[in-house]
């Protein structure tokens, strides 16, 4: 039964028992920012529709639960040092507003709402709810964002191929081990000692030995793939899915005897499985195996603070490019969308530039690719960039004709033949060269701008302002353990990534108000375990 927070002061509270001057100090410290504002903000109505509205037992209080896993991160705690610091610091029951005898939940519980809230929407309206409180606090400006993503891992081994086949098919037998302990016992000895348990495992092999181990377990694999096909009660087990797609995904059957035939590396697709035990996770060729996390934060010179606006957790193969116009819809729809976005060289695109205009928005980055330097582009003409029209050529002549085409997007201009056969540009004109003609589409009017403005000293000046997320990633990744998070699959990995970007913004908040609290000890403002 759902239940909120009674924030109701208790005179059990063991702050109203210290000396005076100790109380005095932790009403300086993070745990009074944390329970007079922090713990405020949490939206625990988000998380109503998880919980029966009468029956069964009231639940503990979700603002307990949040600010916990909140705490865990900002610290970066185990699970048992969270639970040993609640149950016994004084400093986590005056910020939560507890009494000594309430903190005696068991981990099962904080599990148990981790298993209940992963992959629901409570999670990411809590991140956009509190950072949303932060901002109207504050006062921050959000017409200046930056974005970009950082990779992380989750709580994986890095396999080698030889690896992810035998954990694989070790998977699956052990699954089919539990489940029909008689089909298991009907496979043959060698291939139920080969991945059952042993001393030794078939994956530990010298490099000399590991192409023919990995053709025995491909072979292996195509086996039982084909053996359980048919089963239903088989085939229905999420392990037997995972050797169908490992089959499809690194091997090929050939010839009339069902020959298997491994894929060469440069055949197989990055979102390929990594690990039977994180399916979700995947490849990127720069930065390895895992996810990465889609950031925006605020980057006004001045704000007293910089909170990150939007974060967007996904499988480490999906391109940049499609990543931008959703967080600017989110922060639109939040009413905290930027005038200026400056992200980097893989989120500029023709497309991405029109889309963020039309959102009223100005996306300032690189352009992909290099122009001629030497040559004539559409940057060297003038251009209306709010109807995104071409006005006139480089040598001040205007189109004498224009028509839409078919797609009422691209434009088929006419500039006068005979102007452009006298014009001493003729041979590097994009439209010198064609008779006068010219086809331009939106998107080449903006790239065009983009690359031409990309040159010039103030947008260098304003562009230096990116680099800050840099320093953001490489904060979540020291202080708070983004580098590799404590859980697997993409709901679980979602929820633990996004309460790390939530601790931040959290411990950014509490240190400024600390601050201000108590500027002539500048000691006491240090967020420390």
């Not at 940049?320 to 930027?338: F, M, N, S, T, V």
Request: proline share 5%; aromatic share 8%.
């Amino acid at each position: 039964m759902f239940r909120p927070m009674d924030h109701q002061i208790s005179m059990d509270e063991a702050h109203f028992w210290m000396p005076v001057g100790h109380r005095e100090e932790l009403e300086r410290s993070w745990p009074h920012i944390f329970r007079t504002q922090v713990l405020k903000m949490i939206p625990e109505s988000a998380f109503a529709g998880l919980y029966h509205a009468s029956l069964g037992r009231p639940n503990t209080p979700v603002a307990i639960l949040v600010s916990l896993s909140v705490l865990k991160e900002m610290f970066d705690l185990t699970d048992e040092a969270l639970m040993a610091s609640f149950r016994f610091d004084l400093r986590y029951h005056y910020a939560l507003g507890v009494t000594p005898e309430e903190t005696g939940m068991a981990l099962r519980t904080l599990e148990y709402f981790r298993a209940r809230v992963v992959g629901s929407e409570a999670v990411g309206a809590t991140f956009k709810d509190v950072t949303d409180r932060i901002i109207k606090a504050l006062g921050l400006n959000t017409g200046q964002q930056r974005h970009d993503s950082t990779h992380f891992r989750s709580n994986m081994a890095n396999l080698t191929r030889l690896g992810l086949f035998v954990q694989t098919l070790e998977h699956f037998l052990g699954a089919l081990d539990k489940n029909s302990p008689e089909k298991h016992a009907a496979l043959s000895e060698e291939m139920r000692q080969r991945y059952g348990k042993r001393n030794g495992r078939f994956a530990d092999a010298r490099s000399s030995e590991g192409r023919r181990r990995l053709e025995t377990t491909a072979t292996d694999l195509w086996f039982l793939v084909m053996r359980f096909r048919q089963d239903d009660a088989v085939a229905g087990l999420p392990e037997f899915r995972l050797l169908e797609r490992l089959l499809a995904e690194q091997c090929r059957v050939e010839g009339d005897e069902d020959a298997v035939i491994l894929k060469e590396g440069k055949e197989i697709a990055s979102d390929s499985l990594q690990s039977p035990f994180d399916p979700d996770a995947s490849y990127d060729g720069y930065k390895g195996v895992g996810y990465q996390a889609q950031l925006s934060e605020t980057c006004a010179s001045d704000n007293p603070i910089q909170v990150i606006t939007h974060v967007e957790v996904e499988p480490a193969h999906r391109s940049d490019q499609h990543a931008l116009l959703p967080a600017l819809d989110d922060l639109e729809k939040r009413e905290i969308a930027p005038e200026q976005m400056f992200a980097d060289t893989a989120y500029n695109s023709g497309d991405n530039l029109l889309a963020a205009a039309e959102r009223g928005v100005d996306l300032m980055a690189p352009t992909p690719g290099k122009g001629d330097p030497n040559g004539i582009g559409l940057g060297h003409f003038e251009l209306d960039l709010k109807k995104f029209r071409v006005v006139s050529c480089p040598e001040g002549a205007a189109p004498i004709r224009s028509r839409l085409g078919k797609d009422q997007m691209t434009r088929n201009l006419q500039f006068d033949p005979a102007r452009c056969a006298a014009c001493p540009l003729v041979d590097d004109c994009p439209a010198g060269r064609q008779g006068g003609r010219l086809r331009v589409h939106p998107r080449d009017i903006a790239t065009a701008y983009s690359r031409a403005r990309e040159e010039s000293e103030p947008f260098k000046k304003a562009y230096a302002i990116r680099s800050g997320i840099e320093s953001a990633n490489a904060e979540l990744k020291t202080a708070h353990g983004f580098g590799k998070v404590w859980t697997r699959g993409l709901f679980r990995v979602t929820f633990a990534a996004t309460m790390k970007v939530l601790a931040c913004n959290v411990k950014r908040f509490i240190r400024y108000s600390c601050a201000r609290l108590t500027e002539d000890q500048p000691k006491l403002v240090e967020i420390t375990a």
